[in-house]
């Protein structure tokens, strides 16, 4: 009796086992010949988001998330949920399409330091974004032609990543796009000219390597802000500069390779608050036309080759805080020029102005002046296109302001040692 019930227990435990092996197949098989779009529910659908809208960019932003190489501040812990308005770096608002819906509009990583191989896929996948803001994380890779497809875009910050190659076209197809940041990233080759008639109000293309003279149209730039600063252009600044007199405000060309003699029409860009051109290869006098610059506060032309006479009108603009002309070769300074170095508006150092402390040699500045050198039309440097302004008016200091331009320059340099 014990043998047998020994063996019909056995048997009872087989037809379990069995049983639920045809079960599990039986199963298998009955899920696998479903159609895809009968398949059991995904997680999205079974979560309550406020709107389909952000049902639709759940797995996008999940896809994304699995993509991160490297997450130090622990950003996407986070990213859990249906609540993707929460999370952190994610901005809703309701798109311009509809007042009544909720959709994703806004990403801002700012100093996320979050590492991933590709932006494609994500930011291009997501229908009602408006601006995308990544300065300082680890992305790389290119940016995807869908891109252009987004309607609402109009903000693009990829700006302190490790962004390389050519200048990303697709950019140039995003309709509305009013604000561009690619600064301290490793793009090279050339800017397409088609940039300057993007209709930008913001242009940041700093800390790269492109390689190419100042394009003619570059005056056609609507730009407020123009920022082209530590890359290597060459040639002269275009005289086409004048068209945007309308609008540039803040313009640095510094630490390039930028040639010849600075342009009269500079004189036109009477909204200019900004000019920093130092450490480049320009050369000439100071046309008198800056003369006319009323809103003038940081002018700085310092490591070129510049000689001649500081012209007063220059020196007698009323709003200036900083005039910086050192490292040239200028030769002669008048009273107002005069009174500006001793209150430290003008840095006149490492020139060639004889009765001034911490000048050229003799033996160098005479160097400099065994060759000489042309500016066509040179007539031009006399002009003053503007009513003379009075030359009591630069005891008025306007107050100190945030240049928006410099601080996008200098922001976050200190953690790309080594950058040009």
Request: hydrophobic fraction near 40%.
């Amino acid at each position: 009796m014990g043998s047998i019930s020994l063996n019909s227990q056995s048997l009872f435990h087989i037809s379990i086992l069995l049983l639920s092996s045809f079960i599990s197949v039986t199963y298998c098989q009955n899920f696998q010949g479903l159609s895809p779009l009968i398949s059991p529910p995904l997680i999205p659908e079974i979560l309550n988001f406020l709107d389909q809208r952000l049902a639709i960019v759940y797995q996008i932003i999940q896809n994304f998330k699995n993509a991160i190489t490297s997450d130090p501040l622990n950003i996407t812990q986070t990213w859990v949920g249906p609540d993707i308005c929460n999370y952190t770096g994610f901005y809703c608002t309701s798109p311009p399409d509809n007042d009544s819906a909720i959709a994703l509009a806004s990403i801002d990583f700012n100093g996320f330091q979050l590492s991933a191989p590709t932006l494609d896929g994500f930011i291009d996948q997501l229908p009602d974004l408006a601006l995308f803001h990544a300065n300082s994380n680890k992305f790389s890779g290119t940016i995807s032609p869908k891109i252009a497809e987004l309607p609402f875009l109009y903000e693009l910050d990829l700006s302190n990543n490790n962004f390389f190659g050519s200048f990303p076209m697709e950019i140039l197809r995003i309709r509305g796009l009013s604000f561009l940041d690619l600064r301290f990233n490793f793009f090279t080759g050339t800017v397409p000219p088609q940039v300057f008639t993007q209709g930008l109000s913001v242009l940041f293309l700093n800390n790269n390597n492109f390689i190419q003279k100042l394009p003619e149209n570059l005056g056609s730039t609507s730009v407020l802000y123009l920022t082209l600063a530590n890359n290597k252009f060459i040639g002269p600044i275009p005289r086409s500069i004048i068209k945007a007199s309308a609008n540039l405000t803040e313009v640095l060309f510094l630490n390039n390779l930028l040639t010849g003699c600075l342009p009269y029409e500079l004189g036109f860009l009477r909204k200019l608050v900004l000019f920093d051109a130092s450490n480049n290869l320009l050369t000439g006098p100071l046309p008198c036309s800056l003369g006319c610059l009323a809103k003038l506060e940081q002018f700085n032309l310092a490591g070129n080759l510049l000689y001649g006479q500081v012209p007063e009108v220059v020196c007698a603009l009323g709003n200036l805080a900083n005039l910086s002309l050192s490292s040239n070769y200028f030769t002669k300074l008048g009273p107002i020029c005069r009174k500006r170095v001793k209150s430290g508006v003008l840095d006149i150092r490492k020139n060639c102005i004889r009765d001034l402390p911490d000048q050229r040699s003799a033996l160098e500045c005479a160097a400099f002046l065994l060759h000489p050198r042309y500016c066509p039309n040179p007539a031009s440097f006399n002009f003053i296109p503007c009513k003379h302004p009075s030359s009591s008016s630069h005891s008025r200091i306007g107050a100190k302001r945030n240049l928006v331009s410099y601080s996008s320059l200098l922001r976050h340099a200190a953690e790309f040692p080594g950058r040009n």
